[in-house]
Structure formats: structure tokens, C-alpha cells
């Protein structure tokens, strides 16, 4: 037998080497089809996750434009934003997780957000009923882009306990340029001696051109607060959110009534001599209403021009109006509008369509918007008289009439 001549051994030896190099190509393709997975799999995720308006059609969404526009968040909107609004978003959209609602807290803070069914976002009405959403972690996505920095607050909402701040800062969280702490920090009236190191490592990170914001409506009651705020900064933009002194004091009474049925009524609390008719300044309940009186404490660190007065009513009544008001006060671009929100009948307040973090309509939690208790009508009589002289003196030193008489 003649021995294979230099063509067929050549090709023999070529087989081995094609074998490998097939290897090496299905290794380099299977390695390409999984990355591409995961940034498919990253990219469904950011569709269920809000955005900022963007112009759709029936109109763009500038400040004060009318027309259509939709809450976006998907790849497709992400990707025609300028690079700066890209890394913005990025760093708003931290991971979020479930979990039961908390135990109510001294200091009157609850579980204050729910999440409803994705039906209801279409139109008024629902049960508001759903599960409490957690507070993100912080800035978790900007640790893991390692972008981003934690400052202390330029804004913080001082109050008023029950007048509406919670609902204020979670309308305010929907801005892609604001960034806020969700729980109360309570560093300028029980944590102070903690120092500003402390306080700010409490703080999200944030990129050049976002707010830093927090809020704990004790501040506005805590004497020492004002001269605190202003040794921090005597720049802080400040947020009073203000309300009815009287239907406040019931919906404080309301809120201790519910983790303490024992207590006295609201009608033996509120008079120190019922018969004689005078009114318990000592309780917190009516203390805290004598707006004028804590305005002052303020005034002698801040000028009123850096300062805003929200009213609670309106807040409940026109959302966006009043949210155009704190974005103008704020330096902010007028993203949050009419097309944020819906009223929920069942529950009296407005929702918002989508929540930071979430492609499902919120509304504040069960805790918020409780039946308030009858109330004597002379009794109610008796502290509008009361508070009446401090609320047309508050008018005067904010320049804004709330309509309270």
C-alpha cells in the first residue's frame, strides 16, 4: 500500500486545528448571546420604572404646557434624554424591596405610602387598597455606578406635623432633580449633638444640578432649630406646609386617639377652665396651631423670602398648582403637573399616577386621612375665636391670606 501523499496529510492535520478554532467561535458567541441577555434583562427592568415627562403625542411637557404627555421610564424615552438627564435618573431609580408596614412611631411618622392596582390609575375612585412600600436605600444605584455625592439639604420642609408634609415630599420625589431621605432625620431637635457628618451621611447621593431635601415637621416648633438650620447654611430654602390651626389640632387628636383609646376627649384637653373658656396653650394639639408665634423664631435667622408657605387645603384641592409653586420656590423646572395625578374619592386626596421607584399608582397610606371624631360645635367655635387674632397676624408677616376665618 502506498503511503498518503503530502495533500492528505495536510488535511488530517488541519482537522484538529478546525475543531478548535469551532470551539473557540461557539465559546466567543455563547459569551456575546449572555451579555446581551443581561442588559436585555437590565433593560426591561428600567421600563417599570418612572421617569420624567416626556413631550408624546398631544403636546410637550414644559412648564405650563398643556396637552398629553405619559410618566416614561422605558429604554426608548431613556435613550433620546441628553447624557447629564440620563446618569440623573440612573442614580433617582434605587432598588426597592416590600415589607410589612412599620409600628407607628412616636413622633406621629407611619407607613405613608401605598401601592394600588395599575386599573386605578386610569381614572378617579378605588380603594386605595395594596401593600406599603418600603423606602429605598439610598443612593444604591449610584454606589454601584460609583457616581454622585451626599450633601447636606438645600431645602427642608419644617412643617407643620399633620399639615400635609408627608404627601408634599412624595409629590416632590417624583422630580427627576430632587433627591430626599424618606424618613425623618429629627437631627435639628434630637439628633443635633450627632454632628453634621452624621446628618450628612443620612442623605441620598446626588449629581450636580439635583436638590438634596429632608423633612421633619417638628422643626418648626423646636426653638433651637432656626439658629441650627441657619449656622449649617443661611441659604436652606425652607417649606411650611400650613393647615386649618383647628381641623389640625382634631387631626392630631385624631392620630393619638388611634394609639391611645384611653386618653380624655379632644373637648377636655383643649380647655384648662371650660366654664371660664380658656384654651390649653400647654398642649401640643393647640400649640403648635399659633403659627405666628413659632414664625417669629424663624424670622430672627431667615428673611420670609426664603422661606415658603404651602396650604394644606390647596395641596388636597389643586396638587399641581401647588406643587408649581414649590418648583418655582425651589429653582426647579415645572416637571410634576395635573398629568401626575388623580383623585382617589374613597380616600379624599389626590394620587399620584406613578411613585418614584414604581409603574404603579400610590396613594399616602391607611394611616393618612382617618375619620376624624364629632366634635362639640362650641368647641370648634370657641378656638376659631382663639386662634383668629394669630392667623390674621400670620397672614400679615407671610403676605398670604389662607382663608382660614
Known sequence: MAPPGPASALSTSSEPLSRSIFRKFLLMLCSLLTSLYVFYCLAERCQTLSGPVVGLSGG???????????????????????????????????????????????????????????????????????????????????????????????????????????????????????????????????????????????MPRTLDGQITMEKTPSYFVTREAPARISAMSKDTKLIVVVRDPVTRAISDYTQTLSKRPDIPTFESLTFKNRTAGLIDTSWSAIQIGIYAKHLEHWLRHFPIRQMLFVSGERLISDP??????????????????????????????????????????????????????????????????????????????????????
Request: aromatic share 10%; with cysteine; hydrophobic share 35%.
Open 60 to 202: 410637550g411637557e414644559e412648564a405650563g404646557a398643556p396637552g398629553g404627555g405619559v410618566l416614561a421610564g422605558g429604554p426608548r424615552e431613556l435613550a433620546v434624554w441628553p447624557a447629564a438627564a440620563q446618569r440623573k435618573r440612573l442614580l433617582q431609580l434605587p432598588q426597592w424591596r416590600r415589607r410589612r408596614p412599620p409600628a407607628p412611631r412616636d413622633d406621629g411618622e407611619e407607613a405613608a405610602w401605598e401601592e394600588e392596582s395599575p386599573g386605578l390609575s386610569g381614572g378617579p375612585g378605588g380603594s386605595g387598597a395594596g401593600s406599603t412600600v418600603a423606602e429605598a436605600p439610598p443612593g444604591t444605584l449610584a454606589l454601584l455606578l460609583d457616581e454622585g455625592s451626599k450633601q447636606l439639604p438645600q431645602a427642608i420642609i419644617i412643617g407643620v406635623k399633620k399639615g400635609g408634609t408627608r404627601a408634599l415630599l412624595e409629590f416632590l420625589r417624583v422630580h427627576p432633580d430632587v433627591r430626599a431621605v424618606g424618613a425623618e432625620p429629627h437631627f435639628f431637635d434630637r439628633s443635633y449633638d450627632k454632628g453634621l457628618a452624621w446628618y450628612r451621611d443620612l
Open 320 to 405: 399641581a398648582g401647588e406643587l408649581g409653586r414649590v418648583q418655582d420656590f425651589l429653582g426647579l423646572k415645572r416637571i410634576i403637573t395635573d398629568k401626575h395625578f388623580y383623585f382617589n374619592k374613597t380616600k379624599g386626596f389626590p394620587c399620584l399616577k406613578k411613585a418614584e421607584g414604581s409603574s404603579r399608582p400610590h396613594c399616602l397610606g391607611k394611616t393618612k386621612g382617618r375619620t376624624h371624631p364629632e366634635i362639640d360645635r362650641e368647641v370648634v367655635r370657641r378656638l376659631r375665636e382663639f386662634y383668629r387674632p394669630f392667623n390674621l397676624k400670620f397672614y400679615q408677616m407671610t403676605g398670604h391670606d389662607f382663608g382660614w376665618d
